[in-house]
């Protein structure tokens, strides 16, 4: 059974800094691309980063480049989101995801998280 469990969210202020872990199990996790995506109140879930087994290879949506970093822990089964220069939009429940196939871990991963509440305030 693929378990996806997210951690590190919180309530900060604009500015702050924060780092979501995600801890994977029941998953060749080496063999998986791993991505963040998040979802507002009222809003649509949107991706957020993906980054490939090896990490050579990561991806970002434009309103989190530069601020935002995704990187992997392959001993660990983990994969994390260091997120900085928070702003209040960035306020969303972050769900981990993982899919098999690069073309798949932005339109349709094969497993997700239950998601992490990410709380900015001005």
């Known amino acids: 059974q693929v378990q996806l469990v997210e951690s590190g969210g919180g309530s900060v202020q604009a500015g702050d800094s924060l780092r979501l872990s995600c801890a994977a199990s029941?998953?060749?996790?080496?063999?998986?691309?791993m991505g963040w995506f998040r979802q507002a109140p009222g809003k649509e879930r949107e991706f957020v980063a993906y980054?490939?087994?090896?990490?050579?290879?990561?991806n970002y949506a434009d309103s989190v480049k530069g601020r935002f970093t995704i990187s992997r822990d392959n001993a660990k089964n983990t994969v994390y989101l260091q997120m900085n220069s928070l702003k209040p939009e960035d306020t969303a429940v972050y769900y981990c995801?993982?899919?098999?196939?690069?073309?798949?871990?932005?339109?349709?991963?094969?497993?997700w998280g239950q998601g992490t509440q990410v709380t900015v305030s001005s």
């Open positions: 995801a993982a899919a098999i196939a690069r073309g798949q871990i932005v339109s349709s991963p094969d497993y």
């Open positions: 029941g998953l060749t996790f080496n063999r998986n691309y």
């Open positions: 980054i490939s087994w090896t990490t050579s290879v990561s």
